[in-house]
Protein backbone atom coordinates (compact mmCIF):
# COMPACT_ATOMS: atom_id res chain seq x y z
CA UNK A 1 0.00 0.00 0.00
CA UNK A 2 1.21 3.31 -0.94
CA UNK A 3 0.91 5.64 1.76
CA UNK A 4 2.93 8.22 4.71
CA UNK A 5 2.15 7.94 8.08
CA UNK A 6 3.20 10.37 10.53
CA UNK A 7 4.65 9.44 13.95
CA UNK A 8 6.12 10.50 17.03
CA UNK A 9 3.36 13.78 18.31
CA UNK A 10 2.40 13.38 22.06
CA UNK A 11 1.59 15.95 25.10
CA UNK A 12 5.08 18.19 25.97
CA UNK A 13 6.09 21.20 28.00
CA UNK A 14 6.55 24.03 27.18
CA UNK A 15 10.61 23.82 25.88
CA UNK A 16 10.10 20.57 25.74
CA UNK A 17 11.56 18.37 22.28
CA UNK A 18 9.23 16.21 20.02
CA UNK A 19 10.86 14.87 17.01
CA UNK A 20 8.32 13.92 14.34
CA UNK A 21 8.28 11.37 11.56
CA UNK A 22 6.92 11.23 8.25
CA UNK A 23 7.53 7.52 7.09
CA UNK A 24 6.50 6.12 3.11
CA UNK A 25 5.66 2.90 2.62
CA UNK A 26 5.07 1.38 -1.08
CA UNK A 27 7.45 4.07 -2.35
CA UNK A 28 10.81 5.23 -1.72
CA UNK A 29 10.95 9.03 -0.71
CA UNK A 30 14.24 9.57 -2.26
CA UNK A 31 12.33 11.05 -5.26
CA UNK A 32 9.43 13.71 -3.77
CA UNK A 33 10.14 16.91 -1.95
CA UNK A 34 8.49 16.93 1.56
CA UNK A 35 6.33 19.16 3.24
CA UNK A 36 5.36 19.41 6.84
CA UNK A 37 1.91 21.20 8.05
CA UNK A 38 0.29 22.02 10.61
CA UNK A 39 -3.64 22.44 11.62
CA UNK A 40 -4.55 24.39 14.84
CA UNK A 41 -8.40 24.08 15.97
CA UNK A 42 -9.76 27.32 14.98
CA UNK A 43 -6.66 28.47 12.57
CA UNK A 44 -5.65 28.63 9.64
CA UNK A 45 -3.68 25.71 7.86
CA UNK A 46 0.26 26.15 8.24
CA UNK A 47 3.17 25.30 6.44
CA UNK A 48 6.03 24.62 8.83
CA UNK A 49 8.58 23.16 6.88
CA UNK A 50 9.84 22.35 3.31
CA UNK A 51 12.48 19.49 2.02
CA UNK A 52 13.49 19.96 -1.25
CA UNK A 53 14.00 17.32 -4.06
CA UNK A 54 17.45 17.12 -5.49
CA UNK A 55 19.01 19.63 -4.09
CA UNK A 56 17.83 19.45 -0.70
CA UNK A 57 17.05 23.23 0.26
CA UNK A 58 15.02 23.40 3.54
CA UNK A 59 11.80 25.99 3.92
CA UNK A 60 10.74 26.68 7.43
CA UNK A 61 7.92 29.34 8.67
CA UNK A 62 9.03 32.12 10.53
CA UNK A 63 7.48 31.10 13.54
CA UNK A 64 9.44 28.01 13.69
CA UNK A 65 12.88 28.77 12.24
CA UNK A 66 15.66 28.41 14.78
CA UNK A 67 13.82 25.56 16.91
CA UNK A 68 12.58 23.15 14.05
CA UNK A 69 15.11 21.00 12.08
CA UNK A 70 13.92 19.16 8.71
CA UNK A 71 16.23 15.94 7.75
CA UNK A 72 16.08 13.01 5.35
CA UNK A 73 16.71 9.70 7.16
CA UNK A 74 19.66 7.79 5.76
CA UNK A 75 18.83 4.45 6.19
CA UNK A 76 14.89 4.76 6.49
CA UNK A 77 12.68 5.85 4.09
CA UNK A 78 11.40 8.61 6.37
CA UNK A 79 11.71 12.35 7.15
CA UNK A 80 12.13 13.61 10.33
CA UNK A 81 10.82 17.18 12.12
CA UNK A 82 12.61 17.90 15.05
CA UNK A 83 11.14 20.29 17.08
CA UNK A 84 12.78 21.94 20.02
CA UNK A 85 11.40 24.64 22.38
CA UNK A 86 7.80 23.89 21.98
CA UNK A 87 5.11 26.60 22.99
CA UNK A 88 1.72 26.16 23.12
CA UNK A 89 1.21 27.92 19.87
CA UNK A 90 3.12 24.80 18.16
CA UNK A 91 0.01 22.81 19.14
CA UNK A 92 -1.91 20.79 16.31
CA UNK A 93 -2.33 18.10 13.86
CA UNK A 94 1.06 17.65 11.78
CA UNK A 95 0.72 15.94 9.19
CA UNK A 96 3.55 15.84 6.16
CA UNK A 97 2.87 15.67 2.06
CA UNK A 98 4.91 14.59 -0.36
CA UNK A 99 5.09 16.11 -4.25
CA UNK A 100 7.38 14.25 -7.24
CA UNK A 101 10.93 16.21 -7.74
CA UNK A 102 9.42 18.94 -6.20
CA UNK A 103 12.04 21.40 -6.18
CA UNK A 104 10.49 24.60 -5.33
CA UNK A 105 9.41 24.80 -1.49
CA UNK A 106 7.48 27.94 -1.52
CA UNK A 107 5.20 26.82 -4.48
CA UNK A 108 4.36 23.37 -2.81
CA UNK A 109 3.79 24.81 0.84
CA UNK A 110 0.89 27.28 -0.82
CA UNK A 111 -1.05 23.99 -2.37
CA UNK A 112 -3.80 22.52 -0.26
CA UNK A 113 -5.06 19.67 -2.53
CA UNK A 114 -3.18 17.81 -4.55
CA UNK A 115 -0.28 16.34 -2.93
CA UNK A 116 0.76 12.82 -4.90
CA UNK A 117 0.80 11.85 -1.44
CA UNK A 118 -0.47 12.70 2.48
CA UNK A 119 -0.11 11.37 5.78
CA UNK A 120 -3.38 11.08 8.29
CA UNK A 121 -1.55 13.09 10.64
CA UNK A 122 -0.15 13.23 14.06
CA UNK A 123 -1.45 15.23 17.59
CA UNK A 124 0.99 17.48 19.35
CA UNK A 125 -0.04 19.08 22.21
CA UNK A 126 2.39 21.42 23.87
CA UNK A 127 0.43 22.24 27.46
CA UNK A 128 1.96 22.41 30.97
Known amino acids: QLQLVESGGGLVEPGGSLRLSCTAS????????IMWFRQAPGKEREGVSCLAYGNFSTYYADSVKGRFTISRGNAKNAVYLQMNSLTPEDTGVYYC?????????????????????RGQGTQVTVSS
Open 97 to 117: AADLKAIRCIAHMRKRTGFNY
Open 26 to 33: GFTLDNYG
